[in-house]
């Protein structure tokens, strides 16, 4: 419990014993009214304080001005028919302070949950100084410096191992539990823990640009960015107020200027003035206006838990309505780890061949450059290639040994005029051709992640009605992928512009209201990921490209986080509207009942604080995901 929050607790429990002292006291008159005055202020100065700093700020319709009206109001109306009952005004003033005081508790222990699922802020650096370790803030570490870190501190900056070996637990970024090995030359990002051995990291980063600074300030920003339900409730709220002010001042003069005028009665001011000083405390939109912003708070949390970072409630809510799913196939479906499982050759032999590619390939850092410079096996000779020219979708140019070199698909070949060989094995198929001559071809493939056929069907039980895959790979390696996976369609030999064409044209498909999410790698996939509804990156720690182009950040690569984001949005959805419902619908009711007569201020009591803690308790519910 806060400061604030232990002085509030103490005022509530003074102004009660007050209170319930002086039931018992006996005394009258303007003495009562004067030691009565005592517990009311105690409880109460702050929201007549706050009530008339809104009136001087013209923002005069909020809940202190209506707790401030009606509470005084009930005071004025004992004190004109002296009847010395002022309990009832500061019994409505006491019970609002406990549930506001209910709510602070509920938002802060909220927060604090999630604080302490994204603990992974480091609170220093350890820099080597003349044999000795020294602590330093982590802003003060400039790239290319060497850190030490020991086992059970978290790694403060990105950066890649260069001393030891150890296991790393990722759990605060990726919400699992197993954990990471890493080994010299591994690439390690800050936010992990380490756990076995002494690490010596040489940083690739400032603090700043780190992983751990992107990802904070990620959730810190969630909240800027509302979603429709959020500004709906705003909106209502600034439109409800006055509203119901104006109805409780026309429900205090109208029905007793009716009865003096029409049926020539006793006008009977205080009864009418009493029901619309009661109408104004049940009116209080408090439960609304705090609990909606708390459950996408807590479900925001609560996906971060999951290791499923939303930039904003706006994009939670977007989730819920997904409708269609699009992926990319590598490094989303599959695992982008590939391999060279056959060189098909004419003339020159195997090794040779292998040879010329990993060369042109060179300066590529593309997964496929890659698999060849890795199954060629030996030390590349650079001064050897030349020219080297990246035609995109199709493939490289270069000069090898003063050869002509042509390295990628049957596209390449076939603007360059070459006669091809198609390859009956499924894969990717790198064909070479060396001086305008088919030479042969290499096959890659790439393997298939284990979750991405269960993610498909959980995606299918969510309700998402089309799931398709874009790919730059050739058709039948696209095909077998996605009959292997269950995928409704694909598109094979997508160039960049081409998926974002594809997406535009789903995008008009999609049923009114309904939202197309695009699950990529966040680095070659950013014009697709900024142009779907929701954009996911996957595997993206560390990533700039994802962070800044995804709305949705998932800190590992395995898509059955996708269902589970999906499952998460639709739960914290129904919590909102479940606490949209609940609370119009009581307030509305108590309303009518305040109007005829019929609720007092006790009942008003439970429909303004009652309401608002239980809408609170059903709005923490967002922040347990466990089992979605």
């Given at each position: ?9 103490i ?29 009311y ?58 549930g ?86 591994s ?41 429709k339900s ?24 109208l ?28 009116s ?5 206006v ?28 977007a ?5 269609c ?12 780890v ?116 269960q ?7 969510c ?31 997508q ?31 950013a ?23 995804a ?20 739960k ?13 619908g ?27 803690i ?9 922040l ?5």
């Amino acid at each position: 419990m806060t400061r604030k929050q232990r002085k509030m607790l103490i005022r509530i429990i003074v102004s009660a014993v007050l209170m319930v002292v002086l039931a018992f006291v006996p005394i009258d008159g303007i003495i009562k009214f004067a030691l009565y005055l005592v517990p009311y202020l105690i409880i109460g100065y702050d929201i007549l304080v706050k009530a008339c700093k809104g009136i001087f700020n013209r923002q005069v319709f909020d809940e202190n001005f209506l707790m401030a009206v009606a509470t005084i109001g009930a005071i004025v109306i004992a004190l004109i028919e002296k009847s010395s009952d002022y309990t009832e005004a500061v019994a409505v003033m006491l019970f609002y302070q406990i549930g506001e005081l209910f709510q602070s508790y509920a938002v802060g222990k909220s927060r604090k949950n999630i604080s302490e699922l994204m603990d992974i802020r480091p609170d220093y650096a350890n820099i080597e100084v003349d044999g000795e370790i020294k602590k330093v803030d982590p802003e003060e570490v400039h790239t290319g410096s060497v850190i030490v870190v020991r086992p059970g501190e978290k790694v403060p900056i990105d950066g890649v191992v260069v001393e030891g070996n150890s296991s790393l637990n990722t759990s605060a970024l990726t919400g699992e539990s197993l954990p990471r090995e890493v080994k010299t030359g591994s690439d390690i990002i800050s936010g992990c823990i380490n756990m076995t051995g002494v690490l010596k990291i040489k940083t690739t980063k400032r603090f700043g640009e780190s992983t751990v600074s992107k990802i904070l300030d990620l959730v810190e920003n969630a909240s800027s960015r509302k979603s429709k339900s959020e500004d709906f409730i705003s909106k209502f709220a600034k439109i409800y107020t006055p509203v119901v002010c104006f109805c409780a001042l026309a429900l205090a003069i109208l029905p007793p200027i009716f009865r003096m005028l029409f049926l020539s009665a006793s006008p009977m001011w205080y009864e009418w003035i009493y029901r619309a000083l009661t109408f104004l405390v049940i009116s209080c939109p408090c439960a609304l206006v705090i609990s909606i912003p708390l459950s996408f708070f807590a479900g925001i949390g609560g996906a971060g838990k999951a290791g499923i970072l939303v930039k904003g409630s706006n994009y939670l809510e977007a989730l819920s309505k997904t409708e269609c799913v699009v992926f990319d196939k590598t490094g989303t479906l599959t695992q982008g780890v590939f391999e060279v499982n056959a060189v098909h050759h004419n003339k020159l032999e195997e090794q040779k061949l292998l040879e010329y590619a990993a060369l042109a390939e060179s300066a590529s850092s593309h997964p496929i450059s890659k698999s060849i410079q890795k199954a060629y096996g030996k030390r590349l000779d650079h001064s050897k290639v030349q020219n080297i020219r990246e035609i995109s979708g199709h493939g490289i140019t270069a000069v090898v040994d003063g050869k002509q070199i042509a390295c990628g698909n049957k596209k390449l070949m076939n603007s360059l005029g070459v006669e091809y060989i198609d390859c009956h094995k499924t894969g990717t198929i790198i064909h070479m051709a060396i001086d305008g001559e088919y030479a042969g071809h290499i096959v890659i493939s790439d393997i298939i992640k284990p979750t991405s056929k269960q993610a498909i069907a959980q995606l299918k039980k969510c309700g998402v009605k089309k799931t398709v895959m874009l790919t730059g790979d050739a058709k039948p390696v696209a095909e077998h992928v996605a009959k292997t996976l269950g995928v409704d369609e694909f598109y094979a030999e997508q160039l960049p512009a081409d998926k974002v064409d594809n997406v535009e044209k789903l995008l008009e498909k999609k049923s009114k209201g309904k939202k197309l999410a695009f699950a990529g790698d966040g680095i070659n996939d950013a014009p697709v990921l900024s142009r779907a509804d929701i954009g996911i990156a996957m595997g993206a720690m560390g990533s700039d490209a994802a962070i800044e182009a995804a709305d949705v950040v998932l800190m590992d690569d395995d898509p059955l986080k996708i269902p589970k984001a999906i499952k998460i949005s639709r739960k914290c959805l129904g919590i909102v509207y479940q606490n949209i419902v609940f609370a119009i619908g009581v307030k509305l009711i108590c309303l009518v009942l305040g109007a005829f007569g019929i609720a007092n201020m006790w009942l008003a009591i439970f429909a303004d604080v009652g309401v608002m803690i239980i809408a609170v308790l059903n709005a923490i519910r967002a922040l347990f995901v466990k089992n979605v």
